[in-house]
């Protein structure tokens, strides 16, 4: 029998990004497509919000990008080791009711969210054609998952060096314009990303669910810091989400919330880099 939230398994997707997936039957059971966890990684540690990427039997996946000292520190744990803290499902599952073609757009590492989406709908009944993108072929991650999961899949690389070249909008107008029409879009990845596809498909008239992940500290509404403003009312990602209707979100405010403190996590991840290699030396 595992521990108590002990990795069971874990897996290097890029250099930067990598996967656990944590024995915690009870989240297991439970989880739905777009919830998520929090987690700590030592007794001492900050929380650290992440959206379930899947579940298998008594096991939860999630996907993370090492950014500052916190995702470090998880990515230091070897497989074997355990977490401090695993707590879920938080937060209100995707809807997907009654949709029966779907467009999943995901941005980067939001195509680890987009996954389970996707899956959830075709499971569901509904054809899917799932958007990943990515910078560049060298990070593309979750390739052969994401193919399982949706009856047509477009990888799109900013530089052109796989699949489309150019921004997943890109190739969700160029699909809708060939006269593809999906009962809802769903969009997962940066907020810049979020904001164009949404722009792009209240034009067309298409209803739009975005994943926001704005900063969160407790996960139960408490502390107001996951706040975002939805049709003109303070929603809490947390509670409240964290879907939400895109054509409703005012991203300008998040996109500028969401920049407060990338500087002092720029520079906790060289603070972090320096220990270690302090470490190495000594």
Request: hydrophobic content about 40%; proline content about 4%.
């Amino acid at each position: 029998m595992a521990e108590k939230y002990q990795i069971v398994r874990k897996k290097v997707l890029t250099p930067d990004i990598s996967s656990i997936s944590v024995y915690a039957p009870l989240i297991a059971k439970k989880a739905r497509a777009g919830q998520f966890i929090i987690l700590r990684a030592t007794d001492d540690g900050e929380r650290i919000p992440l959206t379930v990427s899947s579940t298998q039997g008594d096991l939860v996946t999630v996907v993370y990008q090492k950014v500052g000292d916190s995702t470090m520190t998880l990515d230091e744990i070897p497989e074997g080791g355990c977490l401090s803290a695993f707590v879920g499902p938080l937060g209100e599952p995707t809807p997907i009711e009654g949709v029966k073609r779907a467009a999943v757009v995901g941005g980067g590492l939001g195509c680890a969210i987009a996954l389970p989406v996707a899956k959830a709908l075709h499971d569901a009944g509904a054809e899917v054609d799932l958007i990943g993108g990515f910078r560049t072929k060298d990070i593309v991650i979750l390739e052969d998952e994401m193919r399982s999961a949706c009856d047509n899949l477009y990888i799109c690389t900013d530089d052109g060096s796989y699949g489309y070249n150019g921004f997943t909008t890109g190739k969700l107008e160029e699909l809708l314009a060939a006269g593809e029409s999906y009962d809802r879009v769903y969009a997962i990845g940066p907020l810049v990303m979020m904001k164009f596809v949404c722009k792009l498909t209240e034009k067309y008239g298409i209803p739009t669910i975005v994943s926001m992940n704005p900063i969160m500290i407790d996960g139960t509404g408490m502390c107001g810091c996951c706040r975002v403003t939805v049709d003109g009312q303070v929603k809490f990602a947390c509670v409240d989400g964290p879907d939400f209707d895109g054509h409703k979100i005012d991203f300008d405010e998040t996109i500028a919330r969401a920049a407060t403190y990338r500087e002092f996590e720029q520079r906790r991840r060289a603070d972090h880099r320096c220990r270690l290699e302090g470490m190495d030396n000594g």
